[in-house]
């Protein structure tokens, strides 16, 4: 009797192939998914085709096959004929869960982003920013002028942050810092949860002067103003000092190496005098070799959107080191960022 295993076969070559030829015919019908709420309407258990599409204004044949396809890849199950339930994929679209997806599957789906990635060859060819050499404007100058865009953009980033921040609250102990300020903040999200489980730490949200008064806002409506304030300024020309701490949250990667590194050398002014100050980067490491990771792909929506990158943990020490920073810890978190720990060299 032999006792080898007996080989279960994996993705064929052609398979593989097709799967990412096909990638964008998934992203637009995810996107029809998600922009019509379907998950929402499956909330209570499986429902027939008919019935979604009334519910929708669509056309049933034809939303019966982008949920066919979807349920091919596992989002969204076909319980019976032309009945479609959720699938725990699936069920992050909805809008009412904690950890919903909905809006960044929006937003990275949004047909906005197919215009844009039609035009990757040229940004490959010439090492250009894609979105500058479709509309002429870098992406925040682009949403500036595009309301439409620039509230999908916020919303995915919204909830991109109620997934991440309750990871790096789990991954840290901040009860060391006095004083946290938080560079490019947004609206604060991350400094108040930040705050609200630290009561004895005081923080600032440094912020464009056309977003100051929108975090001063969330601030006095979370009941932190007596601990937090939003300051208005320009992060390459002047970080205020004070902190004990400077964390940034996704803003590294939206900037190349140089203009990345006056960030943080304007970081290390702000800690002059600061024996035990250092600074905390949330973005993700990539991976070494063939592994898949979802910065990977994160990486081309730099390349379009920024002209910058995601970078590997040797990028980052250099970075740091160029700034007049060192290294001392990379923490992972149970969301795809790592948490980044340096110190004043």
Known sequence: MSTSATAVPGPQPIQQLMAAATGYMASISLYIAAKLGIADLLANGPVPVGSLAGQT????????????????????????????????????????????????????????????????????????????????????????????????????????SRTTVPAILDAYDFSSIGTLVDVGGGHGYLLCSVLEKYPAMRGTVVELESVAPGAQASIAARGLSDRCSAVAGDIFAHIPPGGDAYIMKHILHDWNDEKAAIILKNCHKALEGKPDGKILVVDAIITPGNEPHPGKFIDLEMMVFCGSKERTEQEFRELFASAGFRLTRVIPTRSPSCLLEAVPQ
């Open 57 to 160: 204004s669509v056309h049933p044949e034809r939303l019966y096959r982008v949920l066919r396809a979807l349920a091919s890849l596992g989002i969204f199950t076909e319980t019976a004929p032309g009945t479609f339930g959720l699938t725990p994929a699936a069920d992050l679209l909805r809008s009412d869960v904690p950890g919903s997806s909905r809006a960044m599957a929006i937003w990275i789906c949004d047909p906005f982003h197919l215009k844009l990635f039609s035009e990757l060859p040229h940004s490959v060819k010439t090492g250009e920013t894609t979105i500058e050499h479709v509309f002429g404007k870098a992406a925040f100058e682009y949403f500036a002028s595009d309301p439409v865009e620039a509230d999908a953009f916020n919303a995915a980033m919204t909830s991109f």
